[in-house]
């Protein structure tokens, strides 16, 4: 609904019950007030004007003098029945000793609410409002909530929310209004724990690390699974504790063994002596938990089945941006646990939320808006969308020793609902996915926590402001934003920024805002490890001192990702947004990753270490572990990016693509190798390929570097017979861009040039230059050469080389049945023909499904061949109509593809694209 018709409705709702002259705890509301706004400068119906409004002094049924809550001594009339609206006025306390069983509609606290720590308590009410006068302690740190007592507050459902009362559905829940003071303590307990010897199946016992704190028999504890594909979490209860010893009421039926003895495996524990929790599990009837003061302290206590804000579809009232369906309610902002603008003065305390649990949520668990808190020591648990939250970019605050732990998310890509002009749905309405962190800004310091079995990414900072009010669309639909958010004085080491044309009106956009902290991060069993985009893109520069760290980051078990509609997204698909991604780095820059260790491990098909889109510059990878990925690191194609130290062991250790988007207006591409050691568990130390479809300008630029311990490395695409364009469909698959400085030539007459012949006539090649006299192949080496070298090089005869045109990776193989189709995917062949059987066939990657893919491949070879290709489109690319179709057709699981036959002689052969499909054709050569 509009605002202006939100606000009219809200009026005349008031009015019809003597609404603009309501007396309320804050004082009397002008109309001009109603309609327009509140004291924290936001839309006074989403925030505290509305809340007030919701329980006003004339509907007050049941008004407390002071004392225990269940003696009628402490009211006015008598203790308050069933529906009740009920006032805890200024200056009086009262004290909840007993578990109620009537069922209040409104409980409004304008003096004490407390509980007794040492009792059994429970309060059944549909909101619960503490007043900007009001305390509402739930146990405090010097009196905890004892075990064996406990203490309840479940928000009730006794139907549909009445949107007549409650135009904008904040009701049914605890809502803390600014100056208002919240406690809540329970009793002192380790929330989640490592394991000191890996848990298998059959176990009935449990051995810890550390002696865990405050467990006991009947807890529920939550060990988690460690397969990324399917969720063998374990729920079992706590039948005794010895030290670091937990008897188990059942033995486990699952191995939680990690790939490393250096891994750990964990468990969570459920229960807590103070408990938030929904009466109905229908997500439009929850309630949910919003905190709107400074004054919050939240120790050891559970949000259960809380939260209403469905994140399996877009929010229905977004700031900016055409949401689908406006008329089925779901508004944003009704989470488990939920701090709302409660303001980013880094010189107050923050709020504090400890050893806490959400337990089930639709939406997001724990969330940080317009905040400064710090959540540490907390655990999430089947939180839909993302577990932890930092929502718009300018929080400040930690997440600091926290616990994500299973999330089912949508499927969707981090950039999916990303605001577009005019596209229904596209509004600015993330972590949706299925994420353990969704960090929109830098501010909040993230370290030491552990994310598993997520849908997707266990940590994903995606920094570009997220506004929370209408804005110019032009403003904010880009890659990077122009509008600023974040407070200059939250800023550090980051003179440089605060001295340019960012800063306006005091505040810098926080996309150039360097990370506060990330160490110590840890994922396990989920779709993706961390994924970093929109962040200080387009700002590269060589001041290392004030890039972003990503410090000892930690993943292992990564598996595949589907997408919403249950297809298997591969690492590269939407610019690396697929998944087993250890790192992925998209539209960034000026990033450091330290001692990183990423372990690839479960499943027949393997990702990407570190892996970026064709965006990022200036991304330095210091002493890294990374084994067991098809590709440990795929090198940015801008900036300086060196890789030194560290140890890489994976089937292709470094793959580095030339002539990419380092175009004219980014620094030049250099990637430097030093001090790695390479294990010999993998088939190339280097692999190297030249993207001959994407920038003129860059292709054939002369400033690009790759070495290797000092060594200059070569694309096999700069040796100087080699034809960059063979036709003039090649070129036009370039684009045809202007060669800026480089050369006035027509980029026509470059069509049918070898490398040595554009260098004599323009002074033009592949990178810059022919491949030098001195260069030779190199055995760990492929898809290039290396200065000084003499070695062979990697194809199964009658192959002597083979190069994709936008340099990606491939492998050979042997047609059979059940041999893979692509280098990312599981796919196989399901039915050859005997003739073909046992030849030898390139695997290449998979790519986007979001486009259809141009590239083809070049095959060099050493004799004349009959080359086959496995097309699966109807129809055939102008490149194929040359060649025999054979009637013949290969059965896979990725469809069937007709077969077609070419006699060629020896030297260079080009293989077209796939404008029809974004399959890969399937090559093989006899």
Not at 102 to 130: C, E, I, M
Request: hydrophobic residues 35%; charged residues 25%; proline residues 6%.
């Amino acid at each position: 609904m509009s605002e202006d018709g939100s606000s009219r409705r809200t009026f005349l709702k008031g009015a019809a019950t003597g609404g603009v002259g309501v007396t309320l705890a804050g004082g009397a509301y002008t109309q001009r007030a109603r309609l327009f706004g509140g004291g924290d400068g936001t839309n006074s119906l989403s925030g505290p004007d509305h809340i007030t409004r919701l329980v006003p002094d004339g509907q007050v049924t049941d008004r407390a003098t002071g004392g225990v809550w269940a003696d009628s001594g402490s009211w006015r009339d008598a203790v308050p029945g069933d529906g009740a609206h009920v006032l805890i006025p200024e200056g009086r306390a009262v004290t909840l000793a007993s578990e109620l069983d009537a069922t209040y509609r409104t409980v409004r606290v304008d003096g004490r609410l407390r509980v007794d720590p040492t009792a059994a308590s429970r309060l059944l009410v549909d909101t619960l409002v503490v007043a900007g006068t009001g305390t509402l302690e739930l146990g405090t740190p010097d009196e905890p909530v004892q075990r064996g007592a406990g203490a309840v507050v479940e928000f009730t459902d006794d139907g549909a929310i009445d949107e007549d009362w409650d135009p904008e559905r904040v009701s049914r829940g605890l809502l803390a209004l600014p100056g208002s003071t919240v406690h809540v303590a329970g009793s002192e307990r380790t929330s989640w724990a490592r394991t000191g010897t890996a848990p298998r199946a059959g176990d009935r016992s449990l051995s810890l690390a550390e002696a865990p704190t405050g467990w006991a028999e009947g807890d529920r504890l939550v060990v988690a699974g460690l397969d990324p594909d399917e969720n063998q979490d374990e729920a079992v209860t706590v039948a005794g504790v010895s030290g670091s010893t937990v008897e188990l009421d059942r033995s486990l039926s699952h191995d939680h063994v990690p790939p490393r003895e250096d891994f750990d495996a964990y468990v969570a524990v459920m229960d807590r002596t103070v408990t938030l929790r929904s009466e109905s599990a229908a997500t439009k009837r929850r309630g949910h938990v919003m905190f709107m003061t400074t004054d919050v302290r939240v120790q050891h206590a559970a949000f259960d089945s809380l939260g209403r804000t469905d994140k399996s579809r877009p929010v229905t009232n977004p700031d900016n941006g055409t949401p689908p369906d406006p008329d089925t309610p779901n508004p944003k902002a009704r989470y488990a646990c939920h701090f709302h603008r409660t303001g980013i003065d880094a010189t107050e305390d923050p709020r504090v939320v400890e050893g806490c649990v959400v337990d089930g949520s639709p939406g997001w668990g724990y969330v940080n808006h317009h905040s400064n808190v710090a959540f540490r020591d907390n655990v999430s648990y089947g939180v839909f969308g993302a577990g932890f939250v930092a929502e718009i970019g300018n929080e400040i605050g930690a997440f600091e020793g926290n616990f994500a732990l299973r999330s089912t998310g949508t499927g969707g890509g981090p950039d999916r609902r990303q605001f577009k002009t005019d596209r229904e749905g596209a509004i600015d309405d993330f972590g949706h996915g299925g994420y353990g962190f969704w960090l929109q800004s830098p501010g909040v310091a993230v370290d030491d926590n552990v994310a598993a079995g997520h849908r997707h990414h266990g940590f994903v900072w995606w920094t570009r402001p997220k506004p929370d009010r209408e804005k110019d669309p032009e403003k904010f639909e880009g890659i990077t934003i122009d509008f600023a958010n974040f407070p200059v004085e939250n800023v550090t080491g980051q003179d440089r920024l605060l001295a340019s044309d960012a800063v306006t009106d005091g505040k810098v956009p926080s996309t150039q805002v360097r990370f506060r902290s990330f160490a110590g991060n840890t994922v396990f069993a989920s779709g993706g490890g961390a994924d970093i985009s929109r962040h200080r893109f387009g700002d590269a520069h060589d001041q290392v001192e004030s890039y972003s760290v990503v410090d000892e980051f930690t993943a292992f078990n990564l598996g595949a990702h589907y997408s919403q509609w249950d297809s298997r997204r591969v690492p590269n698909e939407g610019g690396a947004q697929g998944g087993q991604n250890g790192i992925s780095i998209r539209y960034s820059a000026n990033v450091v990753v330290r001692n990183p260790t990423l372990v690839d491990g479960v499943g027949g098909y393997r990702g990407v270490g570190i892996n970026r889109n064709h965006a990022p510059q200036n991304l330095r990878v210091e002493n890294p572990d990374i084994e067991g990925w098809f590709t440990g690191i795929r090198a940015p194609p801008r900036g300086e990016s060196p890789i030194t130290g560290g140890r890489l062991d994976n089937d292709i250790d470094v793959h580095v693509i030339g002539g990419g988007t380092s175009n004219r207006w980014s620094s030049p591409h250099e990637v430097a190798i030093e001090n790695v050691d390479f294990g010999d568990g993998g088939r190339a130390s280097v692999f190297m390929g030249a993207d001959l479809q994407d920038d003129l300008y860059s292709m054939l630029s002369p400033n690009d570097s790759v070495t290797l311990e000092g060594t200059p490395l070569y694309f096999d695409s700069q040796r100087p017979d080699v034809v960059p364009f063979p036709t003039e469909a090649d070129l036009g698959d370039v684009g045809g861009d202007e060669l800026g400085d480089l050369s006035e030539a027509d980029p026509a007459e470059f069509v049918g040039k070898s490398n040595r012949e554009l260098m004599n006539a323009y002074g033009l090649a592949v990178e810059g230059e022919p491949l030098p006299d001195d260069a030779g192949a190199r055995s760990d080496v492929l898809g290039g050469f290396a200065a000084g070298s003499n070695g062979s090089r990697d194809a199964p005869a009658p192959l002597d080389a083979v190069a994709s045109t936008v340099g990606s990776a491939h492998e050979f193989g042997t047609l059979a049945q059940g041999e893979r189709l692509y280098v990312y995917d599981d796919a196989e062949f399901l039915t050859v023909p005997g003739k073909y059987a046992g030849l030898s066939y390139i695997r290449p990657e998979k790519e986007d499904q979001d486009i259809e893919r141009p590239s083809g491949y070049r095959l060099d070879l050493a004799e004349p061949a009959d080359v086959f290709v496995a097309y699966d489109a109807e129809s055939t690319p102008e490149w194929l109509t040359g060649w025999t179709d054979t009637g013949d057709s290969i059965g896979t699981d990725d469809g069937t593809r007709r077969v077609f036959k070419k006699s060629v002689s020896a030297g260079t052969t080009w293989l077209g694209g796939c404008p029809d499909t974004y399959k890969m054709y399937s090559v093989f050569v006899r």
